[in-house]
DNA sequence: CTAACATATGAGCAATCATTCATATGTTCA
DNA sequence: TGAACATATGAATGATTGCTCATATGTTAG
């Protein structure tokens, strides 16, 4: 615990390569705080099956959230919860009419991300 | 509560637009469970910006552990902990030599994800 | 062997999260 | 207006998560 303060010396240069320069350039060229929040954030949004699977269905057509509700097999209230999460950042939007309420996906960019990364889970 | 069941029948129809039909053939093309279960996954192996932040690191080169905990200036048991996890999801993987383990990345497509995603937040 | 070091790991804890339940809001129809 | 419907939302709850603390494992030097 207390062996934090003598490493930054000189123990760096001997036990793990590169000097603390080097670890300074590295430092400079990493992501800041608030653009690693955001991106943890970003991802944030996809690490939930529901929603993932709420996704894959708005890629194929607009949809309400009873449709949306039968096509999961959950409730409404936790449907509505999710597809509030996923406005919140920005990754759907709605459309109102009538009694019903219509969602689609708001990023062009989310099929390419989502058919990269089901490529890339798919060969395991 | 009790309103699912005769949902099914016929309201579909008239309320949202598209018959049952149409919902079966969006039910066809989606994603299964299993998949979208190892899609959140994958996405939450990058929901924190500690992970990130680690990520963002080792992106630019190898580093031992006791580096990450000064780069990050966090505690090595944190460090060591989001390591395990990185390492559970083949994100990461590790060389050992002596006392010392390096870890790197262990998936070539990452930096392009890190690249694209980064881009896709840097606009807002 | 022993001491110092580098990393890993289990337990505990506070915070976050996904769901459910009950209810509120808002719309259409009679 | 009132009843039925479609969606939204706040509170409660169980599960998961990220960190800390203490300690274990493994390595090297003396």
Redesign the pocket.
Known sequence: MA?RQ??MTE?CET??FGTEQDLACVKEEMIDDQAAASMADWF?AF??P?RIRIVSALLQREL???DLTVLLD?????V??????LRNMRIVK?RKQ????FYSLDDAHIEQIFLQTLQHIGHE
Not at 98 to 101: A, H, I
Request: proline share 3%; with cysteine.
């Open positions: 062996q003598p490493m123990d036990t793990c944030k690490s939930d529901t309400c959230v009873h959950m409730g409404q209230s936790a509505s919860h999710q597809l509030r999460s709605r009538g009694k019903t309420v």
